[in-house]
């Protein structure tokens, strides 16, 4: 399946609102979307969320980014990743072009 990572940034009243049975919730969003979490991190700086998680395909991943905002508050920008060994397979080909 494919990884993507979830940032997420708090608003003020989402903030106010956070739990261990908020998280809960969101990963059983997560999980009735197809997702499986790898991580979930609280962080500092930019985002206060990272999520890394794997999804069937990426419209399930758009459809719990915009679940868990509505339902908690937390805006999310999600994105696909590849890993290290992918992506030099995949610059490795340009040379070959």
Same mark, same amino acid.
């Given at each position: 399946?494919? @990884?993507?990572?979830?940032?997420?940034?708090?608003?003020?009243?989402?903030?106010?609102?956070?739990?261990?049975?908020?998280?809960? !919730?969101?990963?059983?969003? @997560?999980?009735?979307?197809?997702?499986?979490? @790898?991580?979930?991190?609280?962080?500092?700086?930019?985002?206060?969320?990272?999520?890394?998680?794997?999804?069937?395909?990426?419209?399930?991943?758009?459809?719990?980014?915009?679940?868990?905002?509505?339902?908690?508050? @937390?805006?999310?920008?999600?994105?696909?990743?590849?890993?290290?060994?992918?992506?030099?397979?995949?610059?490795?080909?340009? !040379?070959?072009?």
């Amino acid at each position: 399946m494919p @990884i993507f990572m979830m940032f997420g940034k708090y608003s003020t009243d989402a903030l106010k609102k956070v739990s261990s049975e908020r998280t809960r !919730k969101a990963v059983k969003i @997560i999980e009735k979307n197809g997702g499986k979490v @790898i991580s979930m991190y609280a962080v500092l700086g930019e985002h206060d969320l990272v999520f890394t998680i794997d999804f069937p395909d990426a419209e399930k991943a758009l459809l719990t980014s915009v679940t868990l905002n509505t339902l908690t508050g @937390i805006s999310f920008v999600t994105s696909p990743v590849v890993d290290v060994e992918q992506f030099d397979k995949l610059l490795s080909e340009i !040379k070959d072009m």
